[in-house]
């Protein structure tokens, strides 16, 4: 494991205007994470969790504070190196993973490299070899609503590790899973940090994920403001 960071946080705030409204999401985060960590975030509801991962992830841009990611500032990309930043070098993992219902498994998989123009035998070699490594190998031909929620957020990990981004984001990852099914993906998280090498970073209420961090942080403790 390196110890160099690979996402360094700095007094990042968020606010959110409705109308007159003004909503404070994050208020002066400070968090660094070393590259091949496997960082777990606790924080109540609207504690602003996925607003934090959403901002690393370049998915939406801070109010004010910095924002590297492998030395990138992220806020100062523009749109096209803003994608191609996400694209090649995170993977998200969300709770309610989107399937195209008409698609299988494989072509829902398949769908953002299709459009890339990877080719149809380089597709299916990865995608071969990464349903083996994910316990997933006999449901590619399967369509969504022939999978159980275990498989579907098992196939969500898989598209997110589809590119070998360097650092997974996940976000509730077992949010709507049982004890069995979160430990399976927990696992699988792990299995992608260890052995692919990822950096992750997991946003949850669930203690079940405690036991697979190397650091579990509260979203109290790394903000500088408290409201
Ligand atoms: N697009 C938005 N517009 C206005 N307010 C928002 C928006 N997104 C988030 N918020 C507000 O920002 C705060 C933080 O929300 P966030 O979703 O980041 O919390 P969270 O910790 O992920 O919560 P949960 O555990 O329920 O997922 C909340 O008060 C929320 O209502
Ligand atoms: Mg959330």
Redesign the pocket.
């Known amino acids: 494991m390196g110890c160099m960071s690979t996402i360094v946080v700095a007094n990042v705030t968020k606010t959110?205007k409705?109308k007159k409204e003004v909503?404070r999401?994050l208020s002066g985060i400070d968090l660094t994470v070393d590259e091949g960590e496997f960082l777990v975030i606790k924080?109540?509801?609207?504690?602003?969790?996925?607003?934090?991962l959403s901002i690393i992830g370049g998915l939406e841009a801070p109010t004010s504070g910095q924002v590297l990611v492998n030395g990138e500032d992220i806020p100062k990309l523009n749109d096209n190196r803003l994608s191609a930043f996400r694209g090649s070098t995170i993977g998200f993992v969300f709770q309610g993973f989107h399937l195209h219902p008409y698609l299988t498994l494989r072509q829902n998989i398949e769908l953002p490299a299709m459009f890339a123009g990877v080719s149809l035998s380089e597709r299916y070699k990865n995608t071969d070899s990464l349903a083996v490594f994910l316990g997933l190998g006999k449901r590619l031909s399967h369509l969504p609503s022939e999978l159980s929620g275990g498989q579907i957020q098992r196939a969500a990990i898989l598209r997110a590790v589809y590119n070998r981004p360097s650092i997974i984001l996940a976000?509730?990852p077992t949010g709507n899973l049982d004890k069995k099914n979160s430990l399976a993906v927990l696992e699988l998280l792990k299995k992608i940090n260890q052995e692919l090498k990822a950096t992750v970073v997991l946003?949850t209420?669930d203690s079940l994920a405690d036991g697979y961090a190397d650091r579990c942080l509260a979203?109290k403790d790394i903000s500088r403001h408290e409201d």
């Open positions: 959110y409705k909503v999401a924080g109540e509801s609207g504690s602003g969790k996925s607003t934090l976000d509730e946003a209420h979203m």
